[in-house]
Structure formats: C-alpha cells, structure tokens
C-alpha cells in the first residue's frame, strides 16, 4: 500500500461527495437515476459518519426528497416521476429524520403503502410489480420502526418468513430456499435484532461463517471462495456488531484493506484498490471503519445504518457492540 | 434471455424473465423452461457458480407443471458438486433437497447420510483448501440444530442415536487427512469443532481430559496458521475451560 493510503482521506471524500450531484450533464448521472434516492442517503450517512453533516444543502436535499413523492401511490420513487419503492421509500424517510424534516411526511399514508407490500407469505415485496425479497422485509421493519409504527406489523408472519430463509450454515437467502450471503445475512439478522428475535439465530455457527468471510488480504467477500470486496466490510461486520463478535474479525487488516480502495486524487473508495470509486462503496467502507473503531469517526447504528446518536435519541437502539473508537 | 447473457449478474432482469415464467401462457422461449436441465447448453454451464442463476432455476423448477422429482435434482447436483468440489451453491442446493426429501419419508436418513459423508470424504481429499466443502462438512452440526429439521425427523433414533460412532469416525478421517496436509487449517477447525462436540454431548463416555488437552493443542497451532482469526479461537478456548 502506498503511503498516502494509510489514513482516511476524510476531506477528499467530503469533497468527492459533495461533487456527485453537481455534473448533471454528465451520462453516470442518468444510468443511476433509478438509485438517486439511495445516493443521497449513502452520501449523506457517509458525510455524518465523518462528521461533516453539514456539507450538503439540507434545504435543497428535503426538497428533491419530496419532489420524489409518488403521490398515487403513497410512497416516494427513486428520482421524480418514478413509481413509487419500498428500497426509496426506506431512503427517503432516513434522509427526512437525519435532516430533521419528519414533519413533512403524510406518515399514515407510507405506512399504508408499506404494510400493502407484505405478502401472504409474510415477506415484503419491493413495489407493485412483486419482486420479492428479504432485504424488502428488513426495509419495511426497519421503516416503520424509524417511523414508529411497528405496531401496525404482523410481526409473527414477518419472522416467520425470514426463519424460513435460514440455512444450515446459520446464514439467510433472499428467499425460501435461496442460499446465504452475506448481504441477505445483514438484512436478516437486522430485522430479528429490530423485532427481538434474535434467539431465532444459530448465533456459533452464523458467527463462524461470518468470520470466515475474510480473505488473506484483510477484504472480506460475500460467500465462500468469492472475491473480497469493500461493502462486505459493512454487511459482515454490522452482522457481527449484533451478535457482538466483531473482534472474530481481525480489525487491522480490514482497516488497511479499506483505506486501499480510496482514490487519492479524486476521493471516493471502490469495492477493491485500483477500481473505479462511487457513493455506494464510499459508504460503506466508511460504515465498516466506524464500526471497526477508526479514530476521529462518529458511531454508527448497524442496525438502521444511521447515525447512533440519533437511533439512541429515538430511543431505538438495540444491544449490537462495535470496536471501541481509538485515539486518532 | 440475451441479457442476461451479459449482466448474469443483474437481480430485475432474473425477477423479470420470472415473472413471465409465471404469467406469459407459452413463454418466454419455450426451448429449455420445460426442463431446466436444458440451461446446460449454454448460458447454465457458464454461469453455474452464479447464485441468481440457481436461485431461478429454483423458481422454475417450483413453477413446472408436472412437478420435477427431488431426487432428480439430488442426482443433479451430485453431477455438479463432482464436476467441480468449490461449488458452494450446489452443496447449498443439495441441503435443501435432502431436508425436503427427508421430511416428506422419501429418501432414508440414515443411508442418504452415509451418502453425503462419501460425496464429502471425496471432495475432502481432493481439495482440503476448498471452503465450500468445509462449511457443508458439519453434517453433524447440521443434524444437530434442532430448528432446520422437522419435528418427526429430530426425534428420529436414526439421527440422534449414533451420534457418537459418527463423530469418532469423521475425526479419525479427518485426522487422517491432517497427517497428510500438516498446515491445514480446515482439518484443525473441524477436529476442534468435533471434539468439542464430544466432550459436551458424551462427557461420560468419553477421555475429556485427553480430548480437551488435544482441543488446546490444536487451538495454539491454529492461532499460528490463521492468526487473522486468533480472537475467536481464544474465545473457543475459554468455553472449552468451562465444559
């Protein structure tokens, strides 16, 4: 690893964050239309975790938040004039409470739109065309946790599909039958945590797994005999923080494996060194060094993927452990 | 079908081509849906490691009309695990198969697990380095957590009964193979996990004090080989202390 590579480039990030909205002219800005919603909340979080909320125009961002209101059906798409998803929807009601503008969300009406999406079988569906998924169940509990209206939800039948997903290596897929991945784990694990269940995990055997997810090369990857990549940094050790054994990992190699994948000119971390960077990898690679303990960073809830103290000021936190933050 | 030639990666295109599985009368292609063994001609065979590819072929075989019998799938992924060992989501295939195929009294337990422990030795001895096969390997393990087995099949004899010949001979197997492959640390972890399992499930039967001493050894020299690791093996140590 080059020199420059061994701490976080915090302002280049900030920067490299704050430029994504600006070339609109640009065509990457059109391909990911259909992730804006989700862009903005990874930038956002990604900017809180470093501590600069502030670099991004509040006013401006809870705006086009509501300028993606899908108002047939009661729920907000990824970009305006999108049909409304679950995935957006879970975005937007993030960015509205991080920024606090909850106040201008018709709350009744998204949680209607959400309990619509929950199928006979207990597990969600991401909008009205059905897809199914169990990362749409985690999104609709975590959803109506952050909006306080968990009560609504027919928790059994939720906990019943997602128990069903569960494999014999202690994983979940992303459906009955589907095999686990780490991703599909962070999504499971995290909607038992929000629900209290989770003595529905196999806690040894899923923790094993998870720890034999690194690589040599400090990387962690999403399945067996797979590529490591930067975003398992955080599905991995989200997971981990909640069934709290996040030392299973070993923090070091992953801290300088993450800090290899930035781009020290423009800012930005990629999913492995030498590749492009975007928002999503930006993310959660700063997501997995707060949860490791990275100096200077501000905690973040594993859980909701949010800002801790905010979790905790809703009184919302659950009982997950991260490394605890060194001295820069 | 031609994207997802070029991005098998891509979740909508194969909710899609699902989605008209399900509610487009004779389609789409009628040329292989009918038997998802015709996938084997191209795109299946390249894309066999894929996970959403056997995640779909998990729908189509849910969605035939004349259901496809399990043991058929059974034999299918033996075919695949033996073409190639590090094929984790057909070892994940079979899992699930052989739980189906238990819980409904079509296939017996008790020799269909002999089986697997066959197919498992096999894969083993080809390559001890291969994840895949040490994480299926925990047959024990799996038979043993109540919640993924239906009820009549937990309170089987067939399964709880020999527990401890099963256990005393995967070790022995295992250890073989540690005698030929000294660094392996695949071999080191399941001996640990096997042990242990012996010194809490037979304590009375069993030497605790010999099989505890080599449980300990055997942690100190995988703290050496996967020192990345040390922190779990400590705390696997300080149970072992407590047993």
């Given at each position: ?6 701490t ?5 990030h ?18 990911t ?8 909340y ?31 059906a ?13 995935l ?21 009406r998204?949680?209607?739109f ?6 006979p ?57 589907a ?22 995990i ?18 962690l ?46 800012g930005g971390?990629?999913d ?38 905010l979790?905790e000021k ?15 | ?5 070029v ?21 789409p ?63 994940h ?6 739980l ?6 079509e ?21 001890p380095?291969?994840?895949s ?9 799996w ?7 239906p ?6 004899r ?11 001979r ?40 010999t ?12 703290r ?17 202390a407590?047993?």
């Open positions: 690893m080059s020199k420059e590579l061994d976080l480039l915090v302002p280049l900030v920067s490299y964050i704050q430029n994504l909205g600006k070339n609109k002219d640009d065509l990457m800005y059109h391909l239309a259909h992730l804006r919603m989700n862009a903005i990874w930038g956002l979080t990604a900017l809180c975790t470093m501590n600069h909320r502030d670099a991004l125009d509040r006013d401006e961002m809870v705006e086009y938040v509501m300028s993606c209101w899908d108002e047939e009661g729920g907000f798409g990824a970009h305006p004039d999108h049909d409304a998803h679950i957006s929807t879970l975005s937007a009601i993030q960015i509205l409470l991080t920024q606090d503008a909850i106040d201008r969300l018709d709350i009744d998204v949680v209607k959400i309990l619509s999406l929950q199928q079988s207990g597990v969600f569906a991401g909008d009205s065309f059905g897809e199914i998924d169990t990362r749409f169940s985690y999104i609709a509990v975590n959803a109506l946790s952050l909006l306080g209206r968990l009560g609504d939800l027919d928790a059994d039948k939720t906990v019943g599909y997602i128990v069903q997903c569960r494999n014999f290596d202690g994983g979940f897929g992303s459906r009955v039958g095999e686990s991945h780490a991703a599909q784990v962070f999504v499971c694990c995290a909607a038992l945590t929000i629900l209290d269940k989770l003595d529905e196999d806690t040894p055997t899923l923790s094993w797994w998870l720890a034999e997810r690194q690589l040599p090369n400090g990387g990857n999403g399945r067996p005999e797979k590529l490591e990549d930067v975003c398992y940094s955080f599905w991995v050790l989200a997971s981990l923080s909640m069934l709290k054994k996040v030392h299973y990992i070993n923090s070091d190699k992953l801290t300088s494996f993450i800090l290899s994948a930035q781009d020290p000119e423009g971390i990629a492995r060194p030498g590749d492009m960077v975007d928002v999503f990898h930006t993310h959660f690679g700063v997501a997995g060094l707060s949860i490791l303990g990275y100096p200077g960073l501000v905690d973040l809830d594993p859980v909701y993927c949010m800002p801790a103290a979790i809703m009184g919302l936190r659950k009982g997950w452990q991260a490394l605890e933050r060194r001295a820069g | 079908m031609a994207a997802l030639k991005h098998p990666k891509v979740y909508w295109i194969w909710n899609h081509r699902g989605w008209c599985l399900n509610n487009v009368p004779s389609g292609g009628t040329e292989d849906e009918g038997d998802p063994r015709g996938w084997e001609k191209d795109l299946w065979n390249k894309r066999v490691v894929c996970v959403l590819a056997w995640s779909y072929r998990r729908v189509v075989l849910a969605s035939m009309p004349i259901p496809r019998p399990e043991t058929s799938e059974l034999a299918y992924t033996t075919r695949k695990i033996e073409a190639n060992f590090s094929n984790f989501s057909a070892w295939q079979r899992s699930k198969v052989l189906s195929l238990w819980s409904k009294g296939l017996d337990p008790k020799n269909s697990r002999e089986d697997e422990f066959d197919l498992v030795h096999d894969a083993m001895y080809t390559d380095k291969d994840q096969v040490w994480i299926y390997h925990p047959l024990a393990r038979f043993r957590s109540a919640c993924f087995l009820l009549s099949i937990q309170n089987s067939d399964i709880q009964g020999d527990d401890k010949e099963i256990l005393e995967e070790i022995t197997i295992i250890q073989s193979l540690l005698d030929e492959e000294p660094d392996s640390k695949w071999c080191m972890e399941s001996l640990v996990h096997y042990k242990s399992l012996l010194l809490r499930n037979h304590s009375l039967s069993a030497n605790t004090s099989l505890r001493r080599e449980c300990i050894a055997l942690l100190k020299q995988l050496e080989v996967d020192s990345g690791r040390k922190a779990r093996y400590d705390e696997i140590e300080l149970e072992l407590k047993s």
